[in-house]
């Protein structure tokens, strides 16, 4: 089985930065594309980021220039810098067994997730 635990989330006023967390386990063997999701209130899920088997990012528009998606051994990372309001959210990882390609923002590419962590921005 794999599992993915989020954790860092936390309130922070607008301009601050946070780092999200992930740690994800399972076969040693395997490569995954891995993503961070999020969910604001009242809004639908959407891609934030994510990583490919070859180390290389794809961002969403509103997150580009932003974040940074990195991965170490078997930690997901999201560094959120110039957080704004509208980043509140509960902010999810995501893996898939296999290359991202094209569809690494899609929900539907993945196979496993987290439970969440909650980020929330004030002005």
């Known amino acids: 089985q794999v599992q993915l635990v989020e954790s860092g989330g936390g309130s922070v006023q607008a301009g601050g930065s946070l780092r999200l967390s992930c740690q994800v386990s399972g076969d040693s063997d395997s490569n995954y594309c891995l993503a961070w999701f999020r969910q604001g209130p009242g809004k639908e899920r959407e891609g934030v980021a994510s990583i490919d088997i070859d180390g290389r990012p794809t961002y969403a528009d509103p997150v580009k220039g932003r974040f940074a998606i990195t991965k170490e051994k078997d930690t997901l990372y999201l560094q959120m810098n110039n957080l704004k309001p509208d980043d509140t959210a509960m902010y999810y990882c995501?893996?898939?067994?296999?290359?991202?390609?094209?569809?690494?923002?899609?929900?539907?590419?993945?196979?496993?997730w987290g439970q969440g962590t909650q980020v929330t921005v004030s002005s």
């Open positions: 995501a893996a898939y067994l296999g290359r991202c390609g094209g569809s690494g923002l899609l929900a539907a590419t993945y196979q496993y």
